[in-house]
């Protein structure tokens, strides 16, 4: 079982930065897969940036303006959001996918509202 705690969600005005990190429980952190996704009101929930192994990808709307990262000494992954947009406001969470088990796990979500 992995379970997942997100942070640093927030109010910015567009424009500006914020980091989310995710702390994960567990032994087996090194070998899952993370990423963060979100879920605007009335949207489905759409991937924004996954790290596996040694790559990682972005949805076409956050290239260039969102980093995922991981520390797998510390069991974290952060997702720096730089340049944020009034459509970037939603709900973020956090993800883990075990492949060897194939077995999603999922944070509580954070909120991060850009506005003006």
């Known amino acids: 079982q992995v379970q997942l705690v997100e942070s640093g969600g927030g109010l910015v005005q567009p424009g500006g930065s914020l980091r989310l990190s995710c702390s994960a429980s567990?032994?087996?952190?090194?070998?899952?897969?993370m990423g963060w996704y979100r879920q605007a009101p009335g949207k489905q929930r759409e991937l924004v940036a996954v790290?596996?192994?040694?790559?990682?990808s972005y949805a076409d709307s956050v290239k260039g303006r969102f980093t995922i990262s991981r520390d797998n000494a510390k069991n974290t992954v952060s997702l720096q959001m730089n340049s944020l947009k009034l459509e970037d406001t939603a709900v973020y969470y956090c993800?883990?996918?075990?492949?060897?088990?194939?077995?999603?796990?999922w944070g509580q979500g954070t909120q991060v509202t850009v506005s003006s």
């Open positions: 993800n883990a996918y075990w492949p060897g088990a194939r077995r999603d796990f």
């Open positions: 567990g032994s087996i952190f090194s070998i899952l897969h």
């Open positions: 790290t596996r192994g040694g790559s990682t």
